[in-house]
C-alpha cells in the first residue's frame, strides 16, 4: 500500500457519514452480537460455576444474595472472552441471512463495494475493541479482587539474595505464608570462601515465623547454627529476632514477589502486570517474566480480534446462491476454538523461551489478517 492509497483511505474515513443503509446493517449486526454474547456468557457460566453456587446455596454454605453476586462477578472474566466471540457470530449471521435474502447482492449490482457495506461493522468492531481492553484491563481485575482470588497468600518460596558481584548470599526459604506473617522460613547464609566444585554455608538460621516491615524482614524466635568449613555446625544460638532483607527497597520487592507469586493473571492491571515483570527480570525469575510478558502483549493484543473477526464474519457470512451456507459457520466455530485453545500454547512457547513473548502474542493476530486475505481472494470480493 502506497502513500496515496493510505492518504485516499484517511479521507474516505474523515468523510465518513452514515447512512440509511449502514444503519440498517448496524442495528442488525449489534441485535445479532447481543443475542450471541448473552447465549455465549450463560453457556459458559452455566455448566460448572453455575452447579458450584447452587450447590453452596443448597448446602446453606452462602445466601442467594450472595449466590447473584458470585454470579455478577463471574460475567465480566467470561465478557472479555465473549465480546470477539459475539462481534463474530453477529457479523456473520447478520450477512448470512443478507446473503440469503438477496439483499447482498442487489447491493453490490447498484454498484455499492463490499468494504463499504462492510463499514458500519468494522466501526462496530472498533468501539467493541476498546471495550475489551477496558473489561481486560479494569473490571476483571475488580472482579478477580472481590472474589478473593488476590488475597496473596501460599506456600514455598525461594528467593537468592546476591552481593554486589552477583554471588549469592543468603538463601530465603519460606514454607507458608499470607499478607502479614511468614511461616516456616529458613535462611541460609552463604560463606564467602569460593569453590568450583561445592557451595558452603557459614549459617543457617530456622524460625517459625517472621514479619515484614519497611525496611526488612524481622524472623522472631530464631535458632542459629553456625557452620564450619567442614560442613559440620558447631554452635547453636538462640535469637529473639533476626533481621533479613534490609537493603533498601529489597524487603518490599522481595514481599511483592513471594506475595504475586501465587496470584493469577487476570487479577493485575495493565500497569500492575508491567510493574511486576519488572520485579521477576530483576529477581531472575525467567520463566515467569517471560510469561507475564506475553500476557501483557496479549493484553494489548487481544482486543484487535474484534475488529478482525468482524470483518471475517461479514466474509464468511457471504455466500453467493445455491452455497453451503454452513461452511461459513462451521470454519468461524473452528477459528474460535482454535484461537482460546492454542493461547495456553503460546503462552508455553514464551514462557519457555522458545519463542520470543511478543512473537508468541502477535502470531494468532498475524494469522487473522493472512485469513482476511485469503477469504477474500477465494470469495473474489
Not at 261 to 280: C, D, G, M, P, W
Not at 348 to 367: D, E, H, N, S, T
Request: charged share 20%; glycine share 4%.
Amino acid at each position: 500500500m502506497n502513500i496515496n492509497v493510505l492518504k485516499n483511505y484517511l479521507i474516505k474515513i474523515k468523510n465518513y457519514k452514515m447512512t440509511i443503509l449502514d444503519k440498517f446493517i448496524l442495528s442488525q449486526v449489534v441485535k445479532a452480537t447481543l443475542v450471541c454474547l448473552v447465549l455465549f456468557i450463560i453457556v459458559w457460566i452455566a455448566p460448572e460455576t453455575l452447579f458450584k453456587i447452587i450447590k453452596k446455596v443448597l448446602n446453606d454454605t452462602i445466601t442467594p444474595f450472595v449466590a447473584v453476586k458470585l454470579l455478577i462477578l463471574e460475567i465480566p472474566k467470561v465478557l472479555a472472552k465473549a465480546i470477539p466471540v459475539g462481534i463474530f457470530l453477529g457479523s456473520i449471521f447478520t450477512f448470512d441471512r443478507l446473503s440469503k435474502n438477496s439483499e447482498l447482492a442487489i447491493l453490490r449490482g447498484i454498484g455499492i463495494s463490499f468494504n463499504r457495506i462492510m463499514a458500519p461493522v468494522i466501526i462496530f468492531g472498533a468501539f467493541l475493541s476498546v471495550l475489551c481492553y477496558f473489561v481486560n484491563d479494569r473490571l476483571v481485575p475488580i472482579a478477580s479482587n472481590k472474589l478473593g482470588e488476590s488475597k496473596g497468600g501460599g506456600s514455598h518460596f525461594v528467593y537468592i539474595v546476591e552481593n554486589k558481584d552477583k554471588t549469592p548470599k543468603q538463601n530465603i526459604i519460606v514454607s507458608n505464608f499470607n499478607t502479614t506473617t511468614i511461616f516456616g522460613i529458613i535462611v541460609m547464609n552463604f560463606s564467602n570462601e569460593n569453590y568450583s566444585d561445592v557451595t558452603t554455608f557459614k549459617s543457617i538460621v530456622f524460625a517459625p515465623r517472621a514479619y515484614f516491615e519497611d525496611n526488612c524482614w524481622k524472623v522472631v524466635d530464631a535458632v542459629k547454627y553456625d557452620i564450619d568449613e567442614d560442613g559440620i555446625y558447631h554452635d547453636v544460638n538462640k535469637l529473639p529476632e533476626y533481621r533479613i532483607l534490609t537493603s533498601g527497597k529489597e524487603a518490599i520487592e522481595v514481599k511483592n514477589l513471594m506475595l504475586n507469586a501465587t496470584r493469577k493473571e487476570r487479577v493485575f492491571t495493565n500497569h500492575q502486570i508491567s510493574k511486576y515483570a519488572k520485579l521477576l527480570k530483576k529477581a531472575k525469575f525467567s520463566d515467569e517474566y517471560r510469561y507475564f510478558r506475553v500476557k501483557l502483549y496479549q493484553r494489548y493484543l487481544h482486543p484487535l480480534t474484534c475488529i478482525l473477526f468482524a470483518i471475517i464474519g461479514c466474509l464468511l457470512g457471504f455466500c453467493p446462491p445455491r452455497t453451503q451456507r454452513l461452511i461459513g459457520f462451521t470454519i468461524a466455530v473452528g477459528m474460535i476454538f482454535g484461537y482460546y485453545i492454542t493461547l495456553p500454547f503460546f503462552d508455553l512457547l514464551a514462557q519457555k523461551a522458545v519463542l520470543p513473548q511478543f512473537l508468541c502474542a502477535v502470531l494468532p493476530i498475524l494469522i487473522f489478517i493472512i485469513s482476511i486475505f485469503v477469504i477474500k481472494k477465494v470469495k473474489d470480493l
